[in-house]
Every structure is written in C-alpha cells, then in structure tokens.
C-alpha cells in the first residue's frame, strides 16, 4: 500500500479521519460479505442487496459530507471556496443544459419518426413500425433518467471529493487554515 | 460441400527489432492504459502518444466514495477520471505522482528514471465530452511532476475536436463529434503525429502498404487468466517487408484502441449483445488511422492487442474498454490492475517481447 505524506485526497490505505463512520473497514467487509452471499443465493435478493448498497453508499456520502461541510466551513467560508462552489454550480447547470438539448433533439427525431407511417404496406410491417414508435419512446425516457441520475452521482461524487480534500488540508495545517470572509 | 476445418491461428512471430526503443499509443480508455503500459515497463519505451486520457491509477483517487473498492472505484472513473466538473474536482496529478513513485519503490513498475528521456504526444480536442480536457491537462502535470521535461511533451489542446482519434479520411466522423466509432476527420493523421514527436527524423508514410496487416492467437499470452482478461480471441500486427526479410526494426509501436473499437465489439444493448449487428469499428481502427502506413515507411512493427466486450458479472466490461478501474482483478481491495503483474498489462508486455525474440 502506498505510503504517501501527501492526504489531500483519500487513498487506498488506511481511510483518513474524514472518512465516516459508514465507510470505515467493517462496513466494507460488511457490504462485500452481503453483496457475495446475495449473488450466490437469489438474483432478486442479489438485485435488492445491490441497490440497498449503493443507497447506503449515497447515505453514508451525504452524512460524511455534512460532517466535513460542518467542519470546514464552522467559521465561515473562505472567498476561494466560495468561488469553488459557484464554479462547480455553474459546471452542473452547463451539464444540465447540454442534457436537455440532446433530449429535446431526441424528442424531434422521434416525433418525425412517429409522424411517418409511409412505407408500412404489410401487416406485419405496420406492427412492427407501431412497435418501434414505442420502444424507442421508452428508450428515450430510460436514456434520459440515466443521464440525469449519472449528472446526480457526478455531482454527489465531485462535491464530496473536494471538501473531503479540503477537510483533511484544514486537519493537517490548521494554522494556516484561511480566515473566513464573505463572498465578494 | 463439407464444412472447412478451421486453421489454427497464426503465432505472433519475432524478428530483429532494436532493443528498447518501443513505444505505445492508444486513445480513451486505450489511452489509459497507455499511461498504464508506459508507466508499468518503462525500460521498454522510448515514448507515449496520449488521445484524451487520465493519469495513472486515478480511479484510485478518492476510494472512500463507496462502501465495496469496485463500485468506489467505478465512480471515480466515471465522475473524477472523465467528467469532473471543475479542476479542483479532477484527479491531482501531485498526489498520483507519489502513488507512482511509491509504486515503483515497491517494485511494481519499472524505475520512473528511465522517463526521464521519454517524448510525450498528449491531446485533447477542446469539443470532448467523454473525457474532459481538464482530466487530460492533470495527465500532463503528472508527467511533468515526475520529471519529464515541458520540451519533451507536445501538448495540444486547441483543435475543436470531440472524442476521437483524428484522421485525414474523409468518410470519418465530422471533428466536433463525441460518438462512435470515434473516427474523426481533422485534415490530418495523428497517428502520423504522434510517431514523428516520438521518433523524429521519420520519412514520410509510404503510399501503399508492403506488407499484409496479420491477426495473431493472443489466447496463448493469458493463460490461466484468459476469464478475466476481458481480451479477445485475436490481435494484430503490422511487420513491414523489409522487416519480415530482415532488416533490424527499429522499434515495436503498440497501438491501444479505446472502448467499442476492438475487432469483437458487439453493442450491448438494453443488456443484451446485439450480434446481428456487430459495428466494424475495430477494423477501421487498425487499417485507416494511418499507423501502418507510417511503420512501413520506417521499419516500425505496429501491434495491435485488442480488448473485447463482456457484461457477464466476471470481467465488467460490456464496451470492451481496457482496463484502467480495476475490472479484471480477482480482489478489488487490492487491485494490480496498473502494475507489471496485471494481467492485460503482462499480456502485452509478452507480445512485445515476443515480436523481440525475448
């Protein structure tokens, strides 16, 4: 295991005091014992046990990030961070808007799609066109729930990622640590 | 009419090659896996072309992200690796520099002193929106951080291109785009780029090709691991003519393509592998990116390992992407997927030694 001095980001040794509670070893173990014995007994407990896990991961993140948002902010929040924060704010509206023009251009494609019906001269071409007008709808919306749950997760992942990092540089020279200042 | 037998597949050959003065290039996750290969044997290597790649073991940049080491790892590759939001969000190329070098006192990887002569080809199209641009600039301070020289790295990242290997093919993809095949058109052959920063004086790509790009049996370098190695049946090679008749190489460049380009991909769609329609992208990728034309002219050998697809619950890997998160290892805890001992990684390193007579 790497042992390096730098801890401004956790590494795969023994988890930094930001770690929470939740993602201490045990409940590690814990969850790769439960996710093992789930995949060899029913696929629909290894399902139930697989999504409980990841929503335990989310709950363990925000609790974590609460503590350390506590933390590093307990006396205000420091003009860098605040343009920190503004920054990865306005990162996640930009994805969100290029999300919703790459829907709306699928939305188009598919109206055009569905408003044609030429060229369906058979029964079974006609079934199959219906059909396709709707696998490709719940495609789209399936398409669309992925990426906004993946934007949720990336911004979840991005978020806590830096104040865990700020928090261990604010343990490891609070001395130093900037005086808070409101935002200019 | 009987049913042909089918031949055995050919074994990669060796031929007289100039000892150490490999190198290897790859594009996304092949890029990756570049830095990976370039980091993992870099005795062997002289240089590295980069397409849109992350530094070393940054899926290990933050594992506290999830209670099991795979799914922590997996969102640091998604979240941290390609798409961070901001800079400060993005791997830290400080921090992955000392992981390397802590990697290499344990003997893992080759000694980081034999990069400091390397020559570094690392871009990234300004229009990327699989692997950000902010992901490829910490790729570049984490080489700068292990002590190769700004004058020995070409680093661009001006050209309006999405995610792809450019090309001067005019039946490629427009320059701005961010989907598969990942082919393309830029008005020029980066392929062509990338060897000439590495190797400099080369002469220009020859017109026509002398030799027969070959497929070679990759199975015999996984051995027991072939389960989890998540590599296809087949690689390929390009060895010049005058190569094949003698002449010494003066090096093996290995190409590395990057996820849903290798000869199998098969798309998985909604879960299921859509056989009936298997893209040719892998082909494309090995003949029309200009890397042979540019070998023939130069006497280089160009192999091209290849990774496949597979979404059964042992090697994660439904786009058939090399692996750069830890998928192929039989402990995620205690992934070696960027060491000498990794299974992809010692696969190759065996080709390369092979087509050395190693």
């Known amino acids: 295991m790497p042992s390096t001095p730098l801890r401004l980001v956790a590494s795969t040794d023994a988890p930094p005091a930001a770690v929470p509670p939740a993602l201490s070893g045990s409940a590690a173990a814990a969850a790769a014992a439960a996710a093992s014995l789930a995949a060899k007994t029913h696929p629909a407990l290894a399902h139930a046990v697989k999504a409980g896990t990841l929503q335990t991961d989310r709950a363990a993140r925000a609790l974590g990030d609460a503590r350390a948002t506590a933390e590093v902010f307990a006396g205000g929040v420091d003009p860098a961070d605040w343009q920190e924060l503004l920054q990865m704010q306005d990162a996640a509206w930009r994805r969100l808007y290029a999300l919703q023009d790459g829907w709306l251009k699928g939305w188009a494609q598919w109206m055009q799609y569905a408003g044609q019906i030429r060229g369906a001269n058979t029964l079974s071409k006609l079934v199959e066109r219906e059909s396709n007008i709707g696998v490709q709808f719940s495609q789209l919306l399936s398409a669309q729930f992925t990426d906004l749950v993946g934007l949720q997760e990336n911004i979840e992942v991005g978020y806590s990622y830096w104040i865990n990092g700020r928090l261990a540089e604010k343990r490891r020279s609070p001395a130093t640590w900037p005086a808070p200042s409101p935002p200019s | ?358």
């Open chain 2, 1 to 358: 009419m009987s049913v042909p037998k089918r031949p055995e597949p050919a074994r990669l050959q060796a031929y007289n090659v100039a000892r150490n003065q490999h190198s290897v290039s790859g594009l996304s996750s092949g890029a990756f896996m570049t830095v990976q290969l370039h980091l993992a044997h870099s005795a062997s290597f002289v240089g590295a072309g980069i397409i849109a790649g992350g530094p070393y073991r940054c899926a290990e940049s933050f594992r506290n992200t999830a209670l099991l080491a795979e799914d922590a790892y997996a969102l640091n590759a998604l979240y941290i690796c390609m798409t961070p939001l901001t800079p400060k969000t993005a791997p830290n190329a400080e921090y992955l520099a000392e992981l390397a070098r802590d990697t290499a006192r344990a003997g893992r990887i080759d000694p980081l002193a034999n990069l400091a002569d390397d020559r570094l080809y690392i871009f990234t199209g300004s229009r990327d929106e699989v692997v950000s641009s902010i992901v490829v600039d910490s790729t570049r301070r984490f080489y700068e951080q292990l002590g190769v020289g700004s004058g020995q790295i070409k680093y661009i990242d001006t050209v309006p291109a999405g995610h792809s290997i450019v090309t001067n093919n005019i039946e490629d993809s427009p320059l701005g785009t961010n989907q598969p095949p990942y082919l393309n058109y830029g008005g020029f052959t980066q392929s062509h780029d990338i060897l000439e920063h590495i190797y400099g004086d080369l002469q220009p790509p020859a017109t026509g090709l002398s030799a027969a790009l070959t497929s070679f049996d990759q199975s015999e370098f996984l051995g027991d691991d072939a389960a989890c190695a998540s590599m296809g049946a087949f690689g390929y090679v390009y060895v010049p003519k005058a190569v094949q008749e003698g002449a010494t190489a003066r090096g093996v460049h290995i190409v590395l393509h990057g996820c849903k380009q290798g000869y199998s991909y098969i798309n998985y769609a909604f879960g299921r592998a859509d056989s009936a329609n298997q893209p040719p992208y892998g082909n494309r990728y090995i003949t029309t990116t200009g890397y042979n034309h540019m070998a023939d002219s130069n006497n280089i050998i160009v192999l091209y390992p290849q990774a496949t697809g597979d979404d059964d619950n042992q090697a994660q890997n439904p786009d058939g992407c090399w692996d750069w998160w830890g998928y192929t290892c039989a402990n995620p805890s205690e992934p070696d997927y960027y060491s000498k001992d990794a299974v992809q990684i010692r696969a190759i390193h065996a080709m390369l030694r092979r087509l050395c007579g190693d």
